[in-house]
């Protein structure tokens, strides 16, 4: 398989996904910025979209979207537990999840980053991403991962977006279970080479 990401980008979680997953992958990089990989291909060539991330399976076919994605990872390795088996109530709360973070979490950063948005739209913002991780918060109280106690593909994406929160001004410091959360995420030994792998942090 080969996954199209961006540095940072949304496309991270099915790269933390992946890793999780021990299937094996290669990594083609796509400028968010200049719509074009590394050897200067144009990316919609790839994606019309324009948007990272891109799973290119072993028989050339694509997948975009990342809740898709990290589900179809999580399928083709069963054994791993990344998600709940389709069919089962634990496996609609988990789309349950990923659904929340793309529609009210993750849309939500995009105009934070762009300059043009005007200031007081982003303030509003922010108070609209304040009151959504008070409910994670109160989600994740007395669990270890979004489903409970064992990691699953929603962490990859929580974890995704939420460390997108420093770089855009949002202090999310009030609450500790996300805080928790994030260290908690942070210390899994397949995140950090994901984030190595993506030049967001040294080599230990």
């Avoid at 980008?9 to 999780?20: G, K, N």
């Avoid at 083609?28 to 050897?39: F, G």
């Avoid at 739209?121 to 609209?128: D, I, P, R, S």
Wanted: with cysteine; net charge neutral; glycine share 6%.
């Amino acid at each position: 398989m080969k996954l199209y990401y961006s540095n940072g980008a949304c496309s991270m979680a099915p790269h933390i996904v992946l890793r999780e997953s021990g299937l094996p992958f290669d990594l083609v990089r796509a400028s968010t910025k200049t719509h074009q990989l590394d050897d200067g291909t144009d990316y919609y060539t790839i994606n019309d979209k324009g948007s990272v991330p891109v799973l290119e399976l072993d028989n050339g076919e694509r997948l975009t979207e990342g809740p898709a994605i990290v589900q179809y990872i999580a399928d083709q390795v069963p054994a791993k537990n990344l998600a709940p088996a389709n069919g089962t109530m634990p496996r609609y709360r988990l789309q349950e999840w990923l659904n929340f973070i793309t529609s009210e979490l993750h849309k939500s950063y995009g105009p934070l980053f762009r300059p043009t948005t005007p200031e007081e739209f982003k303030v509003t913002t922010k108070e609209g991403l304040t009151t959504k991780y008070a409910l994670v918060d109160k989600w994740l109280t007395g669990k270890n991962y979004t489903m409970g106690d064992a990691f699953s593909v929603a962490d990859a994406y929580l974890f995704t977006v939420t460390s997108w929160a420093p770089h855009v001004g949002l202090d999310l410091s009030q609450f500790k279970n996300v805080g928790a959360f994030m260290a908690r995420m942070a210390a899994r030994p397949k995140v950090q080479e994901t984030l190595v792998a993506e030049g967001l942090v040294k080599a230990a």
